[in-house]
């Protein structure tokens, strides 16, 4: 079965920066669009940016200019470079999966934790 396993999440003071990383397996890795949603206590899951097959990238208003989404398909991994971190963005990162060939389906990781706090 598809699994997608997140790291990189932690504490991290305003201002600072984290990486966050995906690695995916049993998924044909460079056929499918992958993306990055956030989930902070009583608040919607967002979009937080997706980059597919062909490495066109998009993103929220809320992170744009200091996140950058790169996918590296030789390692079956996507990543969430998140820059000048602010405490808004404290939330649990989930990595996404949508097939773009098969059945099209969807997958989820479970998600890792990231807290901006001085």
């Known amino acids: 079965q598809v699994q997608l396993v997140e790291s990189g999440g932690g504490l991290v003071q305003p201002g600072g920066s984290l990486r966050l990383s995906c690695a995916a397996s049993k998924i044909i890795f460079s056929a499918a669009t992958m993306g990055w949603y956030r989930q902070a206590p009583g608040s919607q899951r967002e979009l937080i940016a997706t980059?597919?097959?062909?490495?066109?990238?998009n993103y929220a208003d809320s992170v744009k200019g200091r996140f950058t989404i790169s996918r590296d398909n030789a390692k079956n991994t996507v990543y969430l470079q998140m820059n000048s971190l602010k405490p808004e963005d404290t939330a649990v990162y989930y990595c996404?999966?949508?097939?773009?060939?098969?059945?099209?389906?969807?997958?989820w990781g479970q998600g890792t934790q990231v807290t901006v706090s001085s």
């Open positions: 980059i597919t097959s062909g490495h066109s990238t």
């Open positions: 996404n999966a949508k097939e773009h060939y098969g059945a099209f389906r969807t997958y």
